[in-house]
């Protein structure tokens, strides 16, 4: 007990015990004496065994079968100040068990009645008769004379092995007044029985049971019962630790000798009571023992353990020439039970129950009807007769047989089972009943609320679908070892329901045969194997079963992992009804075919490296100038090719993101590489569930071509030595020779093997002064394996150049405009101012030199050095000037209408001499301009 143990009181047990005051319970006088507040308050707090010690609910009592009454209960004759009337009258105890000291003062017993079907409560009043006391019953640890432990008086709620408390005047005598309940003798009618229990001001009711069948007492021509039902009988033991004593007074220890370790009854067990003893205030019932070291004896314990397991008890009235009562009803050998619907087969037998009960006549025959709207059958039983009549026949439906099972004449009730064929899918056949007893007294057709139902029909494939695999192509659903599908299968059945959905993978060609089965009363993730291990493989697992939908349709969701490449799984499917239709309408299992295929694959595409023409395996090439052409092939057997990269890198690492090509879906395509180097070409490849391959092959070798240059001076002048010196390289370092081919300004061309040249002038090849103008120079580089390149240039030779002025003075120059000459026109005498624009290259020399003829015929030549004056844009200015007084002297002038010419002339440092002639005309000399002006 102490682990029931409370260790805080509610704030109302703590009212009661220090705060509030108790009042004294007035012993009744008679049945009519309820207080007020039992009236008002009786059924707010529910009591019973169940409750502990500690919570002031623990209800406890006896009705005695025996004891004081014979045979338990009477019907009695008394007054109790409403004049002399019938009772039923039956005695017993009760306490609240461990809730306060019980006394003479403080505790009353009240029996409830309600009526049966309707809303009318009576309350009574019971009377102490004997003063009876369940102290010693009740005590715990009992060492004997007085009370072991005893509690306070003051204690309240207190479990047994804290203290022990007194419970004086606990018995009762019930008188229930008959006429109150029963009113009308012509009308049979029912009340249920509730005791309550006042100690001090706590109020507690519970349910009344007896765990016994009292025997009906006749009234008024009809019959009165107190009764549990047909479970009276049945206790169930409620508290652990309790000895089977094979007598009252057993000691512990006799029972501990005599039984060792297995000596306690089994809680919440029923039993089945035998026998009473009433010798004391509590009883002691005795049972059929279930226990193995017992041998079939019978065992006691006192009702403060027993649970009662019959029903609620009721005081009923039957009066005389009442029609049969229906009873109990069955079917039996049905396939499955849902509620009060029995399914089966067509063809199925079955055994239908009626059970009838008449108190007075007995039953004469009994009917069963079963009734589908469209088909009715019906067949009479003769009980006395032992015979059947089958009188409204239905072809859809036989009833073979009918025979009696069970008959009490005491408990006044006759059975009929009926063995009934039905033939037909689809009718619902309410199952009826009709009792007749041997007065002719008759109970019309009723319902029993039975439904023989028939199912013929297995349940139907409504749809299936895979969820999860990486790729799906046509019915194949392709996915790698150890990636989870989900399989999912929908049924219906409308009739007697679903029972087993299956779900099989079956790979033909290794036979593999992997099965599960779900079961649809199970819980939803309910999954079991089939057959045991027969049908489980290691290369894949069905790990659990999901149910999304149970209504007439069932939807189970099937996770499927599977393990082993290669293999490729059908997946069909297997339904079952509750009555055992199946996907076939034979005995073996014939799984339908979704047609549906679960494929693994965990290998990559293979890759193959070609020639260009897809003659040979193109793995490698030793050096070479051509370009590579590498055909890529790809193939993959199982869920297929993909897509595919590659990368030409110059290394076997696996290239970086950036290096790779776009991907792309061709299965057949050809990669070059063009470039210098040594390369090895990387491919990946990645078929439909996501297997990839990341492969290279090399070295494929490239002998790139020489890298074409060549050097000239710059600028480049006039006579400038051209010379062109080859600055190409290999890569690879290979020997090279060059092919020069120049054109000069000329058009002249020229060709060259060496590897530098010195470009001359091509019509004189022993001048090596280049010409103005531009020069067309192309070189052509090979290396030593054959691969070349070429370059071509324009080089522009700048010519050097002189030009020369003579110009007037600007006094001079304003007379020749007066007079209108042209501006090569002079007077011989003037000052010739001269200048030279030459080419900006270092320069050795820059003269005029004059040469003219005198007025005697004299050739006259004079030279003057020209001195630079200033530079732009690559032109040097010089300037000088010829004055001669002779030549203003009439004797020795220029000779008049004459031409003169000063050649102008450069020679730059690399030995190019330019000159540059003007001429002049002599028209007069300045003294006969003189003597002309001074003669106007």
């Given at each position: ?12 047990s ?82 609240l ?27 009574y ?5 004997k ?19 005893e509690?306070?008086d ?50 507690i ?19 009165i ?6 479970n ?10 309790v ?18 370790d ?24 005795g ?63 079955v ?18 009807r ?42 006044r ?54 969820a ?24 219906r ?28 009363s ?23 079963a ?63 490296f ?16 051509s ?11 199982d ?44 491919v ?33 002048y ?17 020997d ?122 004299d ?21 000088g000037?010829?004055?001669?007084e ?51």
């Amino acid at each position: 007990m102490s682990k029931y143990r409370i260790l805080l009181f509610s704030v109302f047990s703590l009212l009661i015990l220090y705060c509030v005051d108790v009042p004294i319970v007035q012993a009744a006088s008679g049945p009519y004496d309820v207080p007020s507040d039992v009236r008002n308050k009786w059924d707010n707090i529910k009591g019973g065994k169940q409750y502990t010690n500690s919570t002031g609910k623990r209800l406890l009592y006896d009705v005695y079968s025996h004891k004081g009454i014979d045979d338990g209960y009477r019907v009695v004759n008394r007054n109790f100040g409403e004049g002399t009337r019938a009772y039923i009258n039956f005695e017993g105890w009760s306490v609240l068990h461990g809730h306060a000291k019980h006394t003479y003062a403080n505790n009353e017993t009240y029996i409830v009645a309600q009526k049966v079907g309707g809303n009318e409560t009576k309350i009574y009043s019971t009377q102490k008769r004997k003063s009876l006391s369940a102290t010693e019953d009740l005590e715990y640890n009992n060492q004997g004379s007085g009370v072991y432990n005893e509690c306070p008086d003051s204690a309240r709620n207190k479990l047994a092995d804290e203290c022990n408390m007194r419970y004086n005047n606990v018995d009762f005598q019930a008188f229930i007044p008959i006429e109150e309940l029963f009113p009308d003798i012509t009308s049979q009618a029912k009340w249920r029985l509730y005791i309550v229990k006042k100690v001090n001001n706590r109020i507690i009711y519970d349910e009344m049971r007896v765990p016994f069948n009292f025997e009906e007492l006749s009234y008024e021509g009809g019959e009165i019962s107190l009764s549990s039902g047909l479970n009276a009988n049945s206790l169930i033991m409620n508290n652990e630790g309790v000895l089977r004593r094979s007598y009252r007074s057993q000691t512990a220890e006799s029972v501990r000798n005599e039984l060792g370790d297995n000596r306690h009854f089994q809680v919440g067990r029923p039993y089945s009571m035998l026998k009473s003893e009433e010798g004391s205030t509590t009883v002691f019932y005795g049972v059929r023992s279930i226990h193995s070291n017992d041998r079939g004896e019978t065992k006691y314990a006192s009702s403060a353990y027993w649970m009662f397991g019959g029903d609620q008890a009721t005081i009923e009235f039957v009066p005389d020439e009442q029609p049969p009562e229906h009873r109990s009803h069955g079917i039996t050998q049905h396939r499955y039970k849902d509620g009060n619907d029995y399914w089966i087969q067509p063809n199925d037998d079955v055994d239908i129950r009626l059970r009838g009960y008449d108190k007075d006549s007995f039953l004469n025959r009994s009917v069963l009807r079963l009734d589908s709207g469209d088909a009715d059958a019906r067949v009479r039983y003769y009980y006395n007769e032992g015979r059947f009549d089958y009188w409204w026949t239905d072809n859809t439906i036989d009833i073979n047989s009918a025979k009696r099972t069970y008959q009490s004449s005491t408990q006044r009730t006759r059975e009929a089972t009926w063995n009934v064929t039905a033939r037909e899918h689809g009718h619902n056949y309410n199952v009826m009943y009709w009792h007749t007893d041997n007065a002719n007294n008759s109970i019309g057709y009723s319902s029993t609320g039975m439904n023989l139902r028939v199912d013929g029909i297995e349940p139907q494939h409504q749809s299936h679908s895979i969820a999860g695999a990486s790729y799906e192509k046509g019915n194949d659903y392709w996915m790698n070892s150890e990636d989870e599908v989900t399989v999912t299968f929908r049924q219906r059945d409308t009739d007697s329901g679903n029972k087993y959905q299956y779900l099989r993978l079956l790979d033909n060609n290794d036979g593999i045969d992997v099965r599960m089965r779900h079961n649809y009363s199970g819980d939803k993730n309910y999954m079991a194997n089939v057959s045991g291990d027969a049908f489980i493989d290691d290369s894949i697992t069905i790990t659990s079963a999901n149910r999304k939908e149970d209504s007439s349709y069932g939807t189970v969701e099937w996770k499927v992992l599977p393990h082993s490449h290669g293999k490729s799984f059908n997946v069909m499917y297997y339904y079952q009804d509750n009555v055992d239709n199946k996907t076939t309408s034979s005995d073996s299992y014939n799984y339908g075919d979704t047609n549906l295929n679960i494929r693994i694959d965990d290998n990559a595409p293979v890759v193959s490296f070609r020639d260009k023409d897809d003659k040979v395996n193109f793995l490698e090439r030793e050096w070479h100038h051509s370009e590579v052409d590498v055909r890529l092939k790809f193939k993959d057997d199982d869920s297929g090719y993909d897509k595919s990269r590659y990368a030409w890198t110059k290394s076997t690492t696996k290239p970086k993101d950036s290096d790779w090509s776009d991907w792309t879906s061709s299965s057949n395509y050809v990669v070059n590489q063009s470039n210098f180097g040594e390369w090895n070409l990387h491919v990946q490849a990645i078929d439909n569930v996501g297997n990839t391959i990341t492969t290279y092959e090399g070295l494929y070798k490239i002998n790139q071509a020489p890298n074409v240059d060549f050097e000239y001076p710059d600028p480049l002048y006039e006579g400038d030595p051209l010379e062109l010196v080859n600055i190409s390289t290999d890569p690879e370092g290979h020997d090279m020779n060059a092919i020069w081919k120049i054109t000069d300004p000329d058009g002249v061309v020229e060709e060259f093997n060496s590897w530098d040249v010195t470009i001359h002038d091509l019509s004189d090849p022993y001048n090596p002064q280049s010409k103005p103008g531009t020069y067309t120079v192309h070189l052509e580089v090979t290396d030593e394996y054959g691969a070349k390149d070429s370059i071509e240039k324009e080089i522009n030779v700048i010519p050097l150049v002189i030009e020369g002025t003579v110009e007037h003075t600007e006094r001079w120059r304003e007379i020749h405009e007066l007079l209108d000459n042209p501006e090569n026109v002079f007077f011989s005498g003037e000052r010739f101012i001269l200048s030279s624009s030459v080419t900006n290259y270092p320069i050795s020399n820059v003269d005029v030199t004059f040469r003219g003829t005198d007025v005697n015929n004299d050739p006259v030549e004079i030279t003057e050095v020209l001195t630079e004056s200033s530079s732009t844009d690559g032109i040097i200015s010089y300037k000088g000037e010829i004055y001669e007084e002779f030549m203003a002297d009439p004797n020795n002038k220029l000779k008049s209408e004459t031409d003169v010419h000063f050649t102008f002339k450069a020679e730059w440092t690399n030995g190019v001499i330019k000159e540059d002639i003007v001429t002049i005309r002599i028209v007069d000399d300045v003294y006969d301009f003189y003597k002309l002006h001074k003669t106007n």
